[in-house]
Every structure is written in C-alpha cells, then in structure tokens.
C-alpha cells in the first residue's frame, strides 16, 4: 500500500478471492486469504491486528 497508515480494504480482498475462485489454474486445494496492513511484528514476522481482514476457515477457498 502506499500510504503506510492505511487500513487493509475489504474491496481489495473480495477482488483478490474472485481471482482465485475464477481462476482455473490455481491448483486444487483450500485457499485462506489475510490481508493486513503495513504494520508488521518484526521479531515474528506477522502483522495479525483487529483491523486484519481475512477470507479464512471455515468459510476458505476451495478449488475441486
């Protein structure tokens, strides 16, 4: 993103999971999708916040 205080957009996930529902050479599977913003825990390497936004388990992507 390029503002670095921006919030993740719910329209930027739901365009991300039409892709991968869409598209039929994303291999079989089940797809979870997060999205977070700019903020990341260093020493973790993970930036979960409550304004985390996610297309997870039990409602993930699944490709037959």
């Known amino acids: ?3 670095q205080k921006s ?3 719910k329209n ?5 999971v039409i892709e991968i529902e869409s598209n ?6 089940h797809y979870e999708v997060r ?3 700019n903020y990341v825990i260093k020493s973790k390497s993970e930036g979960f916040k ?3 936004l996610e297309r997870a388990y ?7």
Not at 58 to 64: G, M, S, V, Y
């Open 35 to 37: 999205l977070h913003d």
């Open 1 to 3: 993103m390029k503002d």
């Open 58 to 64: 039990p409602d993930e992507i699944i490709k037959n």
């Open 12 to 16: 930027v996930l739901d365009l991300i």
């Open 24 to 29: 039929d050479g994303v291999p079989k599977g």
């Open 7 to 9: 919030k993740p957009d």
């Open 50 to 52: 409550d304004n985390s």
